[in-house]
């Protein structure tokens, strides 16, 4: 089974959707026969290397939310996570540029094992939504690279390049020219079914034909 996720490390919704993915293949112990592949999409390519707000700031400015409706959303979003295991810190969470998150994730898939890759993903989300760490900080991303069993040297050397920057844009135009692209995280199986959005825990596990 090869299973392909778009999904962005600023969206709540891509950390909730892949968890409760990653808990279905080992709870059915299918790790063995399942391979995926992290695909980069940005939700916002002009998001600000500093941030300049947190997430309850960007809800009420970029989308014109009142306190209440900022409030009741977040919360809903805390709940999804909390059902999966995740204690989201959605007040704190800095909004700031995803790109070289995600050029150092395109590394990782050519350089270590999907165990580590995976552990990468992970804990990629885990220092934004939890920890309230900035992602676009290049001593954060090294320090987690590190803990995952990434070569520090390496990963220096593709945050200070541009390695890996066109593949990012490439695959972010890939699934924008899909008629049936609409949400992140957008997961294909087998290159056939298509889930995504906020995803069911029946309908995973009916695409991963158990």
Known sequence: MEIKIWADYACPYSYIGEKQLMDIIETENLSDKVKIQFLSYQLDPNAPVIPTETMTQHFMDGNKYTIAQTQHLMDKITDMAAHVGLDYKLAKTQVCNT???????????????QDKVIKLNFALFHANFIENLRLSDHDVLISIAAKCGLD?????????SSMFGAQVK?????????????????????????????????????????
Do not use: C
Not at 99 to 113: G, I, N
Not at 153 to 160: G, I, P
């Open 152 to 160: 520090v040297n390496e990963v220096k050397k593709v945050l200070e």
């Open 99 to 113: 790109f070289d998150a995600h050029r150092l994730m395109e590394y990782a898939q050519t350089a270590v094992s």
């Open 170 to 210: 490439a695959e972010e135009q890939e699934v924008d020219q899909r008629k049936d692209f609409n949400l992140i995280p957008f997961m294909v199986f087998n290159n056939t079914t298509v889930l995504q959005g906020v995803i069911s825990p029946e309908a995973m596990k009916k695409a991963l034909d158990y």
